[in-house]
């Protein structure tokens, strides 16, 4: 029979596989904000909220604070990195407002963790104090990163387009909101159950609206390049009637 370790082990190395996707899983929209040269209305927040997830999460799972968490290491250390080039692409393709404001919010982040870290690992002297001290506020931070699509739900329901809210980001965050419930459940941890089952629920929501507005955001993208298509023959007839009207002329200037 298979020990919970082991069970517990297997599970975590799903869980960083998925999550390895679930950070991957905004590379589509930065291809797009890439080549059109502009964030237009994808919001900032729910890599904000990634980041700073992730850095408190190492934290909680290095050996002088939560003990036996490696797995949580490596998968939130890799998410670390790559949420950074995305908010450093962000704020290439921002203008000057957001910019600024993107920086500021990655300094206090920053700042914040350091200052958490500093201050547990000199003025708390236990692993189990240390871990519900961290293990707390990551739950405060997991939960974010989870909600942080709430506000892009929002803009979902007021036009009736996912345009804006990316597939495979709601599908990963799903599946590893799945997986580490899971893992935590083996051998339980509350501070790891509480915030993955909360993502998987609003992950779960998030692939509902998907489901609900995807018919009428694909028409509305049809009904844009349709417009856009009459646009420009419009253009063509006005620009082509003055180069006609002036051929006209020059044959009747002929004539007389």
Partial sequence: MVSADIARTAVGILGNIIAFFLFLSPVPTFVTIWKKGSVEQYSPIPYLATFIN????????????????TLVVT???TGCVIELVYLILYIVFSNRGNRLRVIMIVIVEIIFVAVLALLTLTMVHTTGRRSMIVGTICILFNIMMYASPLSVMKLVIRTKSVEYMPFFLSFAAFGNGLAWTTYALIRFDLFITVPNGLGTLFAAAQLTLYAMFYKSTQR????RKQGKVEMDLAQVVVTAEPIEKAHNGGHEARRT
């Fill in 54 to 69: 992730c850095m408190v999460w190492v934290l909680y799972g290095l050996p002088m604070v939560h003990p036996h968490s």
């Fill in 75 to 77: 998968i939130n250390g």
């Fill in 220 to 223: 509305q993208i049809a009904e």
